[in-house]
């Protein structure tokens, strides 16, 4: 799948292990915002942050992260989110 370079991902149901192969897509798609809205956003996004970091030998991984306390508050920040192409803000749901 592609992703668009904003992405709010909403995450209903908190951590689940396929968050790990979707950070992944994520950088292969170079996404440059993940705005996380749902259960436990805040440990999502430092879950996020940890897999796109690892051992910190690799600079070239890196996107944007956020958590938002409603999908509206995390997708009103991600269309006001500057990028260099244009794209539209793409709801993913974990």
Not at 38 to 58: A, H, M, N, P, Q
Not at 64 to 82: C, G, I, Q, R, V
Request: proline residues 3%; hydrophobic residues 40%.
């Amino acid at each position: 799948m592609t992703y668009s370079k904003r992405v709010v991902l909403s995450c209903p149901q908190g951590y689940l292990p396929s968050l790990d192969m979707l950070v992944e897509e994520f950088l292969r798609n170079g996404v440059d915002l993940v705005a996380v809205a749902g259960k436990d956003r805040s440990k999502v996004e430092d879950i996020i942050d940890e897999l796109i970091v690892g051992d910190g030998s690799d600079s070239s991984r890196f996107f944007n992260t956020t958590s938002h306390d409603s999908l509206e508050d995390a997708m009103e920040f991600a269309e006001s989110w500057p990028t260099d192409a244009l794209s539209e803000v793409q709801l993913v749901e974990l």
